[in-house]
Each structure stands twice: as structure tokens, then as C-alpha cells.
């Protein structure tokens, strides 16, 4: 394998990973999927494609809306981690998700969020290489604990607080490809001078 990835992540993802994931890191087989724990979309399936309203090629992206079904009980709080499994890069760090059956709406500002891979506390919109396909995870974390980190966290400090409180866990995959922004100019609009 090489990349110290556990065959249990790639098989949760669904194809070989590169980067290390932080599931591998604060989780085990034993709590993926526990409890029927899991994580969906209505913007994609698990592998499908992501649609490129929630890339860098759109102008007005926001992040897919999210979906998941009743952690175990004794849950106290949610946290999300969307990770490139291809470089690694942190897309989006979110946690104060309450306990329970939910939600996040397509380009709702979830309730505490930290630094992505630019160092900002949004979405970090997808834009791998042109015709280079990369695979987007995103790892939701049941926690036994409620988290007292402040918004604007690293991804470290995440990883820190919420390693040993992980009671079940969930795995949704997209892939996305590098394509051409289109630059449009004046002509393309019927704009009077």
C-alpha cells in the first residue's frame, strides 16, 4: 500500500487514497457505519460526481447540502472533515452540528467552523488541475463529548480534541475534474455603450 492509508478507509472512500485522511487518524473499522451512522447527499451519490456549483469553476459556488441519519445514542456533538484523499488539502472543518438526525443545506453557514487548506473558515471550493480528477471526502464524526474549540481552529487542533471521543463515524466520496473556466467578455452580453 505505501501510503499508510488503512485498506478500510480506501474500501469506506471507495478507491485507492493518497493523502492520509483524518478518519484513519482519530477512528477505527469498528466505528464506521455504527448504529447504521451515515452521510448522504442529495447533490451526489457516494463516488458520483460533484457538480460544479460547488467548485471553483462557478462564480457564486457554496457547499453541497448534507444529509445523515441518528448517531448512536449518547452522541453529544457532530464535527465534519472534507479532505482532497488525492493532496490532502483540508476543504472544510465544521463542528457544533448538534447530536442527532440532520442536516446542512446547499450553502448554509454551519455552526462553528475552522481553517481550511488556505486558511480561511469557508468552503474551500474544489479546483484540481485541468483534466486532473480528484476525490473529495467527507467524514462525519459522532463525538461523546461536546467540543470547546473556538471558530477558526486548525485542522490539527480538531484532529487533537476530538481524537478518543469518536463513537461512530460516516464516509460520503465525490469526484470532481479540472476543467476550463470560461472567460467571458463583453460580447457575450448584449451590453449598450
Partial sequence: MG??????????VGQKVSASLT??????????????FSLSSDAFRHGGELDPSFTAIEDDSVAPPLEWTAPPPGTQELALVVEDATDGKVHWLVWGL???????????APPRTGKNGQGNSEWLLPDPPLGVEHTYVFQLFALDLPMTLMPGASHEELVKNIKGHVMAAAVLAARFEGHEIEELDAEDFDIED
Fill in 3 to 12: 501510503t499508510g492509508v488503512p485498506a478500510w478507509v480506501e474500501q469506506a
Fill in 23 to 36: 478518519i484513519g487518524e482519530v477512528a477505527d473499522e469498528k466505528v464506521l457505519g455504527r448504529s447504521g
Fill in 98 to 108: 448538534k447530536g442527532q438526525k440532520g442536516a446542512l443545506f446547499e450553502g448554509e
